[in-house]
């Protein structure tokens, strides 16, 4: 199973600004993946990160909120734009490899916008 | 429409009783696949398994097990002399051939010592 790392794990911002959270896996992948998990919630995907072309983004997720980069197949980023204290989630990268279905999830990063 | 349902929001139990986690899904594909994942209090999310839409088999690893029956869209997941350690959100998760993972809103298990 691919091995997911994210920096950074936890960050506190102030309203207005902008946070990037890396995604790295330890193999290349086919997919890639962004989820927001709001406290005491479930998961919601935000965009499929594709290589080498624009995000596909899911109802209610816009770029120029959430932009996302996937340079090559180990590596994506996404941004959040123009902090408010409804941003404040815990946000996670996924991977999965080519052929099979279940996702790999990274630890996560814990945002908290003030 | 896809769609997972956990209609145990919270669930307690003392340690080394069994509890079974309800899963039911909705979906029109014909292939699809079933996952269950747990997430401790650290975060993390953790695969445990994958069923696909084909293959009704129960599994069995070691303290868990999970019986799927497609007859009444149900996947459970079943914890034989639960542990502390056993304490975590348990979420269910659907994909279908469009590949896009539905979640569960997730089952919240605390085992008590």
């Known amino acids: 199973s691919a091995v997911i790392s994210q920096k950074p794990s936890r960050d506190i911002c102030q309203r207005g600004t902008s946070l990037t959270i890396q995604c790295q896996v330890d193999s290349q992948v086919t997919m890639m993946f962004w989820y927001r998990q709001q406290p005491g919630q479930s998961l919601t995907l935000i965009a499929t990160a594709n290589q080498g072309s624009e995000a596909t983004y899911e109802s209610g997720f816009v770029i120029d909120k959430f932009p996302i980069s996937r340079p090559n197949l180990t590596f994506s980023t996404l941004t959040v734009s123009n902090m408010s204290p409804e941003d404040s989630s815990i946000y996670l990268c996924s991977a999965a490899e080519t052929g099979v279905y279940e996702q790999y999830f990274g630890p996560g990063t814990r945002l908290t916008v003030t | 429409a896809q769609k997972v349902t956990q209609a145990q929001t919270e669930i307690s139990v003392v340690e080394k009783e069994d509890v079974t986690l309800d899963c039911v899904y909705e979906?029109?594909?014909?292939?699809?696949?079933l996952f269950w994942y747990k997430q401790p209090p650290s975060g993390e999310l953790v695969f445990l398994i994958r069923r696909n839409s084909f293959d009704e088999q129960n599994e069995i690893s070691g303290r868990y097990s999970w019986n799927f029956q497609k007859s009444t869209s149900s996947f459970n997941f079943t914890i034989t002399a639960s542990q502390v350690v056993d304490s975590a959100v348990y979420f269910c998760?659907?994909?279908?051939?469009?590949?896009?993972?539905?979640f569960g809103p997730g089952t919240s298990l605390s085992v008590i010592p």
């Open positions: 998760a659907l994909r279908t051939s469009y590949d896009k993972v539905i």
């Open positions: 979906t029109r594909d014909t292939t699809y696949y």
